[in-house]
């Protein structure tokens, strides 16, 4: 048995979401608030919300603007990258236009050869991301470039980014970490409560909600609502519905032919290891300490495949397929994601030899071509649970 989410009135789903954040972030820009447009879970929101901007995810989710973004880019690239920059250079994403600066990372080779192309665009500052996560080398170079961010956002906004403000934010974004964590770990309830694609939808959809604080309180009273469910009336009874992680790309854009086929095929997403999920939630900032050191230290240590070696992302599988009681896991790589694709050789051994668990790989872009085929894969792969 899984409950619905109730999503408030203005909040209906994740489109309905997008589509009420065009109007705040256009009345935020009219009272001369700054917009930040980013891309990846490595960019520290903190600085930015310490400028006194707002940010907004600028991911593409969706295959309409692909077209446009073909005429310049490759065909044979990632489509999380090419919705994005379609988006973009068809001038249909209001959050762009209404973007004042790009923030992005050098991550892949896709997308930051992409930001080359959106500077011509829109004023872009692209953060250089070392390829390793180690204490001494890559800890000075990644402070260097958040360094680099907060003068750039000084002279942009005409701001000084002070101590006390930075770590002011660092406490609201920690708050709001803990929140979100929370919520996510309704999945460690067995039975979950809560649909997998329900949880996904509601966490994208909060990106283009910009009112922090009433975010964290609807958040918080979802959270209650659906523990005391599952207190009156989910404990103790029994479910054959198997238990399954999703690992991999972001999948915001595939939650209907991915998410919804697993749960319509009767499993329950119960944990999403994906960069926006669990992961990136269970460790805060360290509010002790230099602030800018504490965000390095923070940003360098997200568990992504475009780090080598990428130790963290098993540390959090290995902890996160007991902690949920997985049954199976899925991972879902966006096609040309040669980092994810190439790391999940050895995901797929970690998850089969070392936590003795089915493993199924999907590679899948952002068409409805291959539903058909991702349908009987799926059927398949939950027969063996
Ligand atoms: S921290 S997952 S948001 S880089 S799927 S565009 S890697 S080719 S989205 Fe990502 Fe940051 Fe990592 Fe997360 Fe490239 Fe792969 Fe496409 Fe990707």
Same mark, same amino acid.
């Given at each position: 048995m899984t409950y619905m989410l109730k999503l408030p009135e203005n909040f209906e789903s994740y489109e309905e979401a997008r589509r009420e954040g065009f109007l705040k972030v256009k009345a935020l820009k009219e009272r001369g608030t700054p917009v930040v447009g980013i891309f990846c879970t490595y960019t520290p929101i903190e600085l930015i919300h310490?400028?006194?901007a707002v940010a907004v995810s600028l991911c593409g989710t969706s295959d309409i603007p692909i077209p446009h973004a073909e005429k310049h880019l490759p065909k044979n690239l990632c489509p999380l990258i090419k919705s994005s920059y379609g988006f973009a250079v068809s001038e249909t994403c209001p959050y762009f236009y209404f973007s004042d600066l790009i923030v992005g990372e050098t991550t892949c080779?896709?997308?930051?050869?992409?930001?080359?192309?959106?500077?011509?665009?829109?004023?872009?500052?692209?953060m250089h991301l070392p390829q390793g996560q180690d204490k001494d080398h890559?800890?000075?170079y990644w402070r260097e470039e958040l360094v680099r961010l907060k003068e750039v956002l000084e002279e942009k906004f005409n701001i000084e980014i002070t101590e006390e403000i930075l770590r002011e934010e660092i406490k609201e974004r920690n708050h709001e970490r803990k929140v979100l964590l929370d919520f996510y770990e309704l999945g460690k309830l067995n039975p979950s409560p809560i649909s997998g694609r329900e949880v996904n939808e509601t966490m994208e959809a909060l990106g283009f909600q910009f009112d922090r604080r009433s975010q964290c309180n609807f958040i918080e009273e979802r959270t209650r609502e659906l523990k005391d469910k599952y207190e009156n009336e989910l404990k103790g009874t029994k479910?054959?519905?198997?238990? !399954?992680l999703i690992t991999g790309c972001p999948v915001g854009g595939v939650r209907?032919?991915?998410?919804?086929? !697993? @749960?319509?095929?009767?499993?329950?997403?119960?944990?999403?290891?994906?960069?926006?999920?669990?992961r990136e939630k269970m460790v805060l900032v360290n509010e002790t300490i230099d602030p800018i050191d504490a965000?390095?230290?923070?940003?360098?240590?997200?568990?992504?495949?475009?780090?080598?070696?990428n130790p963290r992302r098993f540390q959090a599988?290995?902890?996160?397929?007991?902690?949920y009681e997985i049954d199976g896991v899925? @991972?879902?790589?966006?096609?040309?994601?040669?980092?994810f694709s190439v790391e999940s050789y050895n995901v797929k051994r970690f998850i089969t030899e070392k936590k003795n668990k089915p493993y199924l790989y999907i590679e899948t872009d952002y068409s409805k071509l291959d539903m058909g085929q991702i349908d009987t894969r799926i059927n398949a792969f939950l027969e063996i649970l």
């Open positions: 310490a400028a006194g080779d896709g997308k930051k050869k992409m930001y080359e192309l959106l500077g011509e665009l829109r004023p872009t500052h692209v890559a800890f000075k479910t054959n519905r198997p238990r !399954i209907e032919k991915v998410l919804k086929t !697993i @749960e319509d095929s009767g499993a329950d997403i119960v944990a999403f290891e994906n960069c926006s999920g669990v965000l390095t230290e923070k940003y360098l240590n997200v568990s992504c495949s475009v780090m080598t070696p599988l290995d902890e996160m397929i007991d902690e899925i @991972e879902v790589v966006l096609q040309a994601c040669h980092t």
